[in-house]
């Protein structure tokens, strides 16, 4: 069954490709006028990653990767729950990307601090039962030594992966990537794993999903931070 649902993917990924390659990012669907969400006053450190430090890609890539770096930066651009999105970037088997929040930094405060956003979805809408592509997450503060969250990808639920829950939130549809709640992606708190802060976020993927080139491994949509701190201080 997964098997027929990867190909079935696969097909319409590339059907859409040369589509998504030409179109405006900033373009919303045609009768949709409710724009990205904006960045609290309140909040100015909350936002999405701002530059891609290094992509190594691995086996099957390929996806995506013509309209680097744009394509990760800024807002998810999610589907639903019974069907992936199609903005993102296929790491491949084993590939990695690390990514860079400057100039602000993740910072360790309550509740979820960074959102991972792939495009994972539910065979006929079944939570248990998710079409998944994990990766590992690390996060560093100098872009060296990297902290990595555990990751359980033996079996569901895959604690601590990212890239086994549908993202929901897209600028044309009002839900917020800020909001836990209805957003989807993976979460991540920094308590987990006793950071305080971090600039840099790498994703590995852990060759767990299949797929077909050029669409193998983790599919990056985006991520959002949740909160953050200006480097070296709080704005």
């Known amino acids: 069954m997964k098997i027929l649902i990867f190909i079935l993917f696969f097909l319409q990924a590339c059907g859409h490709e040369q589509n998504f390659l ?11 006028t409710t724009p990205p969400p904006s960045l609290s006053e309140a909040a100015p450190c909350q936002g999405f990653i701002e530059d891609v430090v290094r992509f190594q890609p691995g086996a099957g890539a390929g996806f995506g ?27 491949g088997s084993g590939g990695h990307i690390i990514v860079d929040t400057f100039p602000c930094e993740i910072a360790d405060e309550e509740g979820v601090d960074f959102i991972v956003f792939e495009n994972a979805f539910y065979i006929g809408g079944d939570p248990e039962n998710p079409v998944a592509e994990l990766a590992r997450v690390s996060v560093s503060e100098d872009g ?11 079996a569901f639920p895959f604690t601590g992966c990212a ?20 957003a989807g992606g993976d979460p991540f708190d920094l308590t987990e794993i006793g950071v305080a802060q971090a600039r840099y976020i790498r994703i590995d993927d852990l060759a767990s999903g299949g797929g077909f ?5 983790f599919d990056l949509d985006a ?3 949740m909160n953050g701190n200006q480097q070296g201080g709080t704005l």
């Open 144 to 154: 060296e030594n990297f902290v990595s969250f555990p990751c359980e990808d033996e």
């Open 163 to 182: 890239g086994w829950r549908p993202v929901l939130s897209h600028p044309s549809n009002g839900i917020s990537p800020f909001d836990v709640e209805a």
């Open 22 to 32: 030409n179109a405006n990012l900033t373009d919303s669907p045609p009768n949709q």
């Open 65 to 91: 990767q013509s309209r680097m770096p744009d394509l990760v930066l800024g807002p998810p651009r999610g589907g639903s729950e019974t069907l992936g999105g199609l903005d993102v970037l296929a790491l």
């Open 223 to 225: 991520i959002a931070v």
């Open 213 to 217: 080139p050029p669409s193998v491994g």
